[in-house]
């Protein structure tokens, strides 16, 4: 999956494939998590907040089945 980079203190980048509704995250550490079920409205509003990070914690993170692949 292909990631856009980002501004964010802890985000490197951020990718989403509609397809699978799959929204995948690398974090400045190099981790990538991938978020499953994620609807595109939401993944559209992470990318327009002014802060990445606490959008994903406060709309993403334990809401979604996640897993680590890096």
Do not use: C, W
Not at 34 to 53: C, D, E, I, T
């Amino acid at each position: 999956m292909q990631r856009t980079p980002v501004t964010s203190s802890n985000i490197r980048s951020i990718g989403y494939d509609a397809g699978t509704t799959t929204l995948e995250v690398e974090f400045k550490d190099f981790s990538v998590y991938r978020y499953f079920g994620v609807p595109a409205q939401l993944h559209a509003s992470l990318m327009n907040s002014a802060s990445k990070g606490r959008f994903l914690a406060n709309f993403i993170k334990n809401k979604f089945t996640y897993t680590q692949i890096k």
